[in-house]
């Protein structure tokens, strides 16, 4: 997998880049502060804040928050700080700042916001989502393909049963589906050599013409596979049936039981349930300053080895660079009204990029 760029901020046709990175400038290296007392370690100190000019009114904000945040320390099962020696706004201010510090969790971002409807009513909720880690989860079919044709590939036909779950079922976009991002890339790489081949030396034209040529045939011929249903009704016989011996193969079973417990365990979900759509964001944004989409970096993509593809990731750190941020897996609940014992809404995500991220590690071994 391939880490994105840092920076996000998408030109509508992208060029290859000319060689040149910008350089980063290194923080100043942090120092000790001096000598301090021994008793000032020992205090704690809550935050300070400084009062807004414009403050919403105590008797319309303050009861309504307590109350959810009643319910809010019921539901995450959290004790929250006395605030009654507080007053108003500080009482909201830290008691805000503690439950942030309380709940927050490995491989998640939880925010909590206090925002004011339509109809002048105030809320309190809490905003969580999944820390992909700006990672391209791109899974690459070639080698799975080729593994395919050799024979009775045990292991290949497990990691094509997971393959076909994450297609039909997870939502994982292929790169021979013309709305995919990865088909527009590889696109306009097919148009770029093409128009530029009297310009380009023979073999070079001749080695990315054979590589986008294979890349394509494989993606028609594994869209095919991936369609089929029975290579993943097969998946729990072809579980039953192996048995692993190698190292490789045995985290190839456990990752099919894995894929194999997710559809059971959720048989209707998919990637797409959870996103935090912008309602705002027009839609001839997308390949300009829009965000960078789910479907643009999970995706089934052809290979992640050769020139094509390192050409392909120039354009798209480059395009990446301008777009206005990355769309999360997020969930929302509003605490103005109790909620039932804590749900892990967002584990569907996170166990199905846990799944994509171990496909990708082994598919490459694949012989």
């Known amino acids: 997998m391939q880490t994105l760029s840092a920076t996000h901020a998408f ?39 400084e009062t807004s000019g414009e403050l919403p009114k105590k008797e319309k904000v303050e009861p309504v928050y307590l109350k959810a945040v009643r319910n809010l320390t019921a539901y995450y099962k959290i004790d929250t700080i006395d605030l009654c020696a507080y007053p108003y706004p500080y009482n909201i201010l830290l008691s805000n700042w503690d439950i942030s510090r309380q709940i927050k969790t490995k491989g998640r971002y939880r925010e909590i916001r206090i925002e004011e409807t339509e109809d002048r009513k105030i809320n309190l909720s809490v905003a969580e989502s999944l820390n992909t880690g700006s990672t391209l989860y791109y899974i690459p079919l070639a080698s799975l393909f080729k593994a395919l044709q050799s024979g009775e590939n045990l292991c290949a036909l497990l990691l094509l049963s997971v393959c076909v779950y994450l297609f039909r079922k997870a939502g994982v976009c292929h790169y021979k589906e013309d709305e995919s991002y990865i ?5 306009i790489m097919d148009n770029w050599i093409e128009d530029d ?16 040529d294979e890349v394509f045939s494989i993606g028609d011929q594994m869209k095919v596979l991936l369609l089929d249903e029975m290579e993943l009704e097969q998946l729990q016989s072809r579980i039953q049936k192996f048995e692993p011996i190698s190292r490789f193969e045995k985290s190839c079973l456990k990752l099919a039981k894995e894929t194999l417990a997710l559809w059971m365990e959720y048989p209707t979900a998919n990637l797409y349930q959870h996103l935090n759509e912008d309602k705002d964001e027009d ?10 989409k789910v479907t643009d970096y999970i995706s089934f993509i052809g290979e992640t080895s050769s020139c094509v593809y390192d050409t392909m990731m120039n354009m798209l750190n480059d395009d990446f660079s301008e777009r206005s941020g990355v769309q999360d897996f997020e969930n929302t609940i509003v605490f103005n009204k109790p909620h039932r014992k804590y749900k892990d809404v967002l584990a569907y995500e996170e166990r199905v990029i846990g799944v994509i991220t171990d496909l ?7 012989t």
Do not use: W
């Open 183 to 187: 088909c527009y890339l590889y696109e």
């Open 360 to 366: 990708c590690d082994l598919i490459p071994e694949l």
């Open 197 to 212: 081949r009297e310009s380009m030396d023979e073999a070079d034209y001749a080695e990315q013409r054979a590589i986008l």
């Open 11 to 49: 030109r509508k046709r992208p060029r290859p880049l000319a060689g040149c990175q910008g350089s980063q400038d290194k923080q100043t290296p942090a120092c000790a502060a001096g000598i301090v007392a021994d008793g000032f370690l020992k205090h704690r100190f809550l935050p300070v804040y």
């Open 283 to 292: 839609e001839d944004d997308y390949y300009s300053n829009g965000k960078i």
